[in-house]
């Protein structure tokens, strides 16, 4: 038999007087996986985390969190989770290592556990030569990695994590990264919202797209870059009069012109026989009209290409 999904919503509706933030969502995040909830803003990803973690009381629906309704049983599910949110939790007053002590010490730990578990957390976020100062002499993007360390003192079961490397260093986005695989690994479910397209692709099991409330998508992040995304065949001219030329040739499958690098893209579906057919064909009609390029790429779809398409067909229809 299947395990529950160790997060689920079913029907979850929410308004704030006549402004309904979301309508009729329904997820389950199996136990141990990565959900990425993304969407523009306002899309309802906020209200939807708060009413997650027992801070907002949904208006209908049923929604559960390690299997304890979040409404009725909402200290109980407050026992299971930890929560990362944009701003932190931490004191100031306090150094990196006291702050991370505390945490352990809240959380039954031993001083001496909690100790080294704060030592390896100073570690792996690369905060240790900081681990004696006080909180005010900590930049933002420092503030932000011991938050982050101190919702992993001990392991949730389930995490929620609200944009947890905005504002942060690639070097220290990375960190955060493995910390969040090596608690994944350990059986930690955890639901992420980012505001990074590519983050959400490193780490996510399945996401979830929501715009004005309603899903609008939901898949792997491979199913929705095969599903919405574009390949591109980008070819650059090597003169001006080159460019022209490509710009007007087979208007129907330009995506972009771009004059200042001389650059066209072209839809292109190259993973299929009959995408590398329609590829080559493209090469051979720039050959034919005597076009030349200094060089040429194929791009594969992310995940930036399925937020646009996504964020725009939803436009359209609004409109």
């Known amino acids: 038999m299947a ?11 929410k308004s704030f007087g006549k402004h309904t933030v979301l309508k009729d969502v329904s997820i389950a995040v199996p136990q141990g996986s990565v959900l990425a909830l993304l969407g523009p803003n306002g899309a309802g990803k906020t209200t ?62 031993s001083t001496r556990d ?3 578990r704060a030592k390896q957390l100073l570690e792996q976020f690369d905060l240790s030569d900081a681990a004696n100062k006080t909180l005010k002499s900590y930049s933002g993007g420092m503030r932000r990695k011991l938050d982050l360390a101190a919702s992993l003192i001990v392991a949730p079961p389930i995490l ?57 998508a939901k898949g792997t992040p491979a199913q929705l870059k095969a599903k919405l995304g574009v390949t591109r ?4 001219a090597t003169s001006n009069e080159d460019f022209d030329k490509l710009a007007a040739l087979l208007p129907s499958q330009i995506l972009a012109t771009e004059q200042r690098t001389r650059t ?5 579906v190259s993973t ?17 009209a005597h076009i030349a390029i200094d060089n040429y790429s194929v791009q594969q779809p992310d995940l930036d290409d399925v937020f646009t398409q996504l964020t725009s067909q939803k436009d359209k229809e609004n409109k």
Do not use: C
């Not at 955890?190 to 996401?207: G, K, N, S």
């Not at 066209?264 to 292109?268: E, L, Q």
């Not at 009959?274 to 064909?281: C, H, N």
């Open 114 to 116: 909690a100790k080294a």
């Open 48 to 109: 939807m985390l708060r009413i997650l973690t027992t801070l907002d009381k949904p208006d209908s629906g049923q929604v559960t969190v390690g299997g304890y309704d979040v409404v009725r049983e909402s200290r109980e599910v407050q026992s299971i989770i930890g929560v990362t949110g944009q701003s932190a939790s931490i004191d100031e007053k306090l150094t990196g290592m006291d702050n991370l002590v505390m945490f352990g010490q809240l959380h039954q730990l």
């Open 233 to 236: 065949f980008v070819v650059t």
């Open 160 to 216: 929620f994590l609200d944009e947890p490397t905005t504002g942060l260093d690639p070097t220290s986005r990375v960190a955060i990264w493995n910390g969040i695989r090596e608690l994944v690994r350990g059986g930690t479910t955890v639901l992420l919202t980012t505001q990074y397209l590519d983050e959400a692709d490193q780490l996510a099991d399945t996401i979830t797209f929501l715009n004005n409330g309603r899903i609008i």
């Open 272 to 288: 299929s026989l009959d995408g590398l057919r329609s590829l080559a064909s493209l090469i051979e009609q720039i050959a034919v």
């Open 264 to 268: 066209v893209s072209f839809a292109a």
């Open 3 to 13: 395990a529950s999904p160790a997060i689920s919503a079913s029907g979850l509706t």
